[in-house]
């Protein structure tokens, strides 16, 4: 695999989904072009993402970024393409425990979705600002019920599989699912600190996973690197006070 | 296969999420238990979902149904046991276009979700009463942006697969994204008639998909069948009136 090289079009400016997909990479040591972070006279910028959206030869075109291409194969959707990855470089489990690692995956992937959606409750083409109001109300509940739930649904995973005896969310080894994890956690840690030093004594199994994850060599190389884009208000998992509030409801 | 016997853990009174794997079993002819339709006397019923979800047994617990079992492996999340079945009977591409099939289904997915949106943009544990205004809201953006845009999507991929030439989303065999598309298409049919009335003579090859998932034999006698369950206000696809209106905005 060591001369696989993989091309990332994702955009350039945030985290986003393509975090999940460049942790995977990174952690795999692949090596990997993030294309759309390329100049645009390079071939790189928005524009190349933009024309590989709109890419028309026969085969499966793609809705949304991210997009990992690898010859002449396209696949997009991060939970496919962690998994995906995940399968080629000793990032995933064998036999039928491979499904598991991926309805894992794809529970993560709806969390981001809950994430993501208590800034933007009504629509990503509206600003945060026209959509305040509805924020504050979704965010309540994703607090109060959506994460509490997600954590508790993680530690019970971690706990049945015996993470204290040093193994990870499914298997004996990591996988793509407990680097994707650590992502979506250390997102909600950016985007809601308060809400999260409440909740944090009550995982432990949780926490201490993304402490492993954070200090796998590559993973700590990356994270120290120029690479990793800092979180920002214009991704994911974004940091707005005034849906922090540790207001008593 | 023909004596693999599954077992699906599902709400009993909605299509919901648990009908895209229904339609994966009934289209393969396989044979299945829908445990929670059966009587709680009989070992079914929403009790016997609670207890699934709560096993507790080393491995990758559920954090929500739909949940596959087969003697004693259990996948959750729909697009996963979708593609888990699509690929043991034959309805599943080969070779790397398996990932693209998972890519396709992973977007029906993204848009399942939002479909389910636009009557509960702010939390699924209210009443859909108790959000009505920002239903109205959402619902607004998801007819004229989203639905558009997913419909096109599709339409794109199926005329570069071929869908003229009898093909299908991948490849050239009908796989369980097709199927999934059949449904899903079918639940927003019945939610916005007027939107997708307006919109239906802009995507020949994604109606004429849906004619063709529907005249499958095995489909055809399962839509005809007690084992159907009629679309509802309880499940994902829901008619309000008042959020399909034709008005100018």
């Excluded at 496919?80 to 529970?107: F, M, N, V």
């Excluded at 530690?155 to 680097?179: H, I, M, P, Q």
């Excluded at 809400?195 to 994850?213: E, N, S």
């Amino acid at each position: 695999m060591a001369d696989a090289e993989y091309r990332l079009y994702y955009w350039p400016d945030i985290q986003g989904r393509g975090e999940f997909v460049r942790l995977v990479l990174e952690d795999a040591g692949a090596p990997y072009v993030d294309v759309a972070r390329l100049p645009d006279e390079e071939g790189g910028g928005v524009p190349a993402l933009m024309a590989c959206l709109e890419r028309d030869e026969v085969g499966a075109p793609n809705l949304a970024p991210p997009i990992l291409q690898q010859g002449d194969f396209y696949i997009s959707q991060t939970a496919a393409i962690c998994a995906y990855l995940g399968e080629r470089h000793g990032l995933a489990p064998d036999g039928d425990a491979r499904w598991q690692a991926l309805h894992l995956q794809l529970s993560i992937a709806d969390f981001v979705v809950e994430t993501h959606d208590t800034h933007h409750p009504i629509a990503g083409s509206l600003y945060y600002e026209e959509q305040k109001a509805e924020a504050q109300r979704r965010t309540s509940v994703f607090r109060e019920e959506r994460l509490p739930r997600f954590l508790g649904y993680c530690e019970r995973v971690l706990s049945l599989n015996g993470a204290a005896d040093g193994r990870w969310l499914v298997g004996a080894d990591c996988s793509y699912a407990d680097l994707s994890l650590f992502q979506v956690m250390t997102g909600v840690e950016y985007a809601f600190p308060n809400a999260l030093a409440v909740l944090r004594d009550g995982y432990p199994h949780l926490f201490a996973l993304c402490d492993r994850v954070r200090k796998r060599p590559n993973i700590a190389a990356y994270l120290a690197s120029e690479r990793r884009i800092a979180f920002n208000e214009l991704g994911i998992f974004r940091h707005y006070p005034e849906l922090d509030t540790t207001a008593v409801d």
